[in-house]
């Protein structure tokens, strides 16, 4: 049984940071991309970012690029969004996820090519 779980969300204020995991259960990261999406309240979710399953291509969405890295640890089956920077209209439920097919990569990222995904964390950027 495939499950996602997110940590590591909270509050930061402007211009500070955050770094959120996803340790994936049933499948390891070798074999799957993982994506972050994001949904405020009243707004449609986004993609983040996301990593492939081999660990050679990211992508970013714009408003992350400069500011959000995504990385993994195999070793440890997680993969991390380091958030800096962090502005007030960054504040959303934060989504780990990831598609149902093996060694599947594509971008820009659409919510409706991943199949499983975790419960979603709170971030809040506040001062």
């Known amino acids: 049984q495939v499950q996602l779980v997110e940590s590591g969300g909270g509050l930061a204020q402007p211009g500070g940071s955050l770094r959120l995991s996803c340790v994936p259960s049933?499948?390891?990261?070798?074999?799957?991309?993982i994506g972050w999406f994001r949904q405020a309240p009243g707004k449609e979710r986004e993609g983040v970012s996301c990593?492939?399953?081999?660990?050679?291509?990211?992508y970013y969405g714009d408003f992350a690029k400069g500011r959000f890295t995504i990385s993994r640890d195999i070793a440890k089956n997680t993969v991390y969004l380091q958030m800096n920077n962090l502005r007030p209209e960054d504040t959303a439920v934060y989504y780990c996820?990831?598609?149902?097919?093996?060694?599947?990569?594509?971008?820009?990222?659409?919510?409706?090519?991943?199949?499983?995904w975790g419960q979603g964390i709170q971030v809040t950027v506040s001062s």
């Open positions: 049933g499948f390891t990261l070798a074999d799957y991309t």
């Open positions: 996820a990831a598609p149902g097919r093996r060694q599947y990569y594509t971008t820009p990222m659409q919510a409706y090519e991943y199949d499983y």
């Open positions: 990593l492939s399953y081999s660990g050679r291509w990211k």
